[in-house]
């Protein structure tokens, strides 16, 4: 066979489907900021301002962009992302996940970060279950642990840990030594940097999309086009911010994007979230944990609600009349941080003939296909429905 014949290689790879990839994700979080919409990997209440792209002139190592957030009180936080379709969890020194830890760790350690209110992500294609299971454990328990001793005990725990993931574990110990000019880490550093690590998975390369499809209804409370083509015209809008390492705000997006949002939303996203998140935290406060200010500590539990939650889209929670299951669910919410949306309902607020009239009744007027548009680049948000028994 003659050596000018090119051997058979990845379709995916030689058709561009890492770039698609990559500026359909850009396109997503351009979305969030000209809705002004929920932000993945920051504080719920975080707000894009401005999305930098590919600008590693600027001293920034995670480059595919740097998503600059404000909240109502001007508190900042910034995202920065790497993007790559597909990627292994490795510990080889060339591989690319070590690329992408050295460059995390440089912005890590560098002085514009700021550990509580910054984070990194990488972003990926949907994630094989090997990683769903070993390696989205450990950024949780770092991300909810109270400090790095909790951690490591955590992590080190026979039945609350498994060998695969202490070597995910040891993998990203060794991966950061590497990163840090082959000094070990301390305990300490591994914890913060795994606390401000995330690891996103985003469907968009897929034709039928989950992501793509609550984009679209994001797009249909704010604009009377077709979502299609207002999500097209965002990947071409990223596209050209991408390869001039533009910076996009709501003030310089071109004339034809912001054409594509004139409709006024009839809605007042804010205000619903709040009222939701209002009223989740009255029946969240009144829900008793402690006997006489004491309080049981029931870890074995938690940790068993846990490892179903990353698996499962629905956990019932049963048990006798009296014997605490709405304290240990309480305590597991309160290992969420500020970046997870947690919703209460009571059993009885679901007494209505349609999920929308429930919104209604508590002076809300959003739909529940705008709700799910609102959160739709969230990974994670949590509805818990009180005392569900009565049913």
């Not at 533009?246 to 939303?265: H, I, M, Y």
């Not at 804010?270 to 309080?295: M, P, Q, Y």
């Not at 870890?299 to 019932?316: P, T």
């Amino acid at each position: 066979m003659s050596n000018d014949v090119k051997q058979q290689s990845n379709p995916f790879s030689t058709g561009g489907g890492g770039v698609n990839f990559e500026t359909r994700v850009q396109a997503a979080f351009a979305l969030s900021l000209l809705t002004k919409s929920c932000v993945p990997c920051l504080s719920q209440d975080m707000r894009a301002k401005e999305l930098k792209f590919q600008n590693k002139y600027d001293g920034v190592n995670t480059d595919d962009f740097v998503l600059v957030a404000t909240d109502k009180a001007s508190n900042e936080s910034q995202l920065f992302a790497q993007i790559k379709h597909e990627i292994t969890i490795s510990g080889a020194v060339d591989s690319m996940f070590a690329e992408v830890i050295h460059s995390a760790w440089n912005d890590f350690q560098s002085t514009d970060f700021n550990v509580e209110n910054d984070s990194i992500a990488l972003i990926t294609g949907p994630l094989p279950k090997l990683e769903v299971n070993n390696t989205l454990p450990i950024l949780e328990w770092a991300k909810y642990s109270s400090n790095s001793a909790e951690f490591i005990k955590k992590s080190k725990t026979k039945g609350f840990t498994s060998e695969a993931k202490v070597n995910k574990l040891n993998i990203f110990r060794s991966q950061l030594t590497a990163a840090n000019g082959g000094n070990p880490v301390t305990d300490d550093e591994l914890w913060l940097f795994l606390k401000a690590f995330q690891l996103v998975s985003f469907d968009l390369d897929e034709k039928y999309s989950v992501v793509a499809n609550l984009l679209c209804s994001l797009i249909k409370c704010h604009s009377d086009e077709s979502p299609s083509l207002v999500l097209s015209k965002l990947v071409t809008c990223a596209q050209e911010f991408n390869q001039n390492a533009g910076t996009l705000t709501q003030d310089n997006a071109p004339e034809e994007v912001k054409l594509l949002f004139n409709a006024r939303s009839k809605v007042n996203f804010e205000n619903d979230f709040l009222k939701l998140k209002e009223r989740g935290e009255h029946i969240f406060n009144g829900i008793s944990n402690t006997i006489k200010g004491f309080h049981i500590d029931r870890a074995d539990q938690i940790a068993k609600i846990s490892e179903l939650y990353k698996v499962n889209d629905f956990i019932f929670v049963t048990g006798a009349r009296g014997v605490g299951k709405s304290g240990v669910v309480k305590d597991f919410i309160s290992t969420k941080g500020k970046d997870v949306p947690v919703f209460y309902l009571r059993a009885e607020d679901l007494d209505k003939n349609h999920l929308n009239d429930v919104f209604t009744s508590i002076g809300m007027n959003s739909t529940l296909g705008q709700i799910e548009g609102y959160f739709s680049l969230l990974k994670e948000k949590i509805l818990v429905i009180e005392s569900l028994e009565k049913f």
